[in-house]
């Protein structure tokens, strides 16, 4: 399986952008999608993630209310709806994968898939 992050970009605070996400080989049920984020100087942050089957996602503390995981099983692409920017979401944006659910789904050490990171920049 190989992901492909796309849609990164320069946007103002308080704006919108989507990150996708393509998926290079069908996936299976239990497969787990997620994103993460690494700004200059700092360690990888986990964003969200979710089962490809669907139910609950979940978000890091830093995102909650603002952005969204989705996916759509018919282009096996992964989205990241990033609502309310900030300055200090300002980073490089990777999607990741694995199969079978973790408990430890915010720990970077879970994903053996990582993508091409997307860099987001968000001006004050």
């Known amino acids: 399986v190989q992901l492909q992050a796309s849609g990164g970009g320069l946007v103002q605070a308080g704006g919108s952008l989507r990150l996708s996400c393509a998926v290079s080989?069908?996936?299976?049920?239990?497969?787990?999608m997620g994103w993460f984020r690494q700004a200059p100087g700092k360690e990888r942050e986990f964003v969200a993630a979710?089962?490809?089957?669907?139910?609950?996602?979940y978000y890091g503390d830093s995102v909650k209310g603002r952005f969204t995981i989705s996916r759509d099983s018919a282009t096996n692409t992964v989205y990241l709806q990033m609502s309310g920017l900030k300055p200090e979401d300002t980073a490089d944006y990777c999607c990741?994968?694995?199969?079978?659910?973790?408990?430890?789904?915010?720990?970077?050490?879970?994903?053996?898939?990582w993508g091409q990171g997307t860099q987001v920049t968000v001006s004050s």
């Open positions: 080989a069908p996936t299976s049920n239990n497969y787990v």
């Open positions: 979710r089962r490809w089957s669907g139910g609950y996602p």
């Open positions: 990741v994968g694995r199969y079978g659910w973790t408990t430890a789904y915010y720990s970077k050490d879970q994903y053996r898939v």
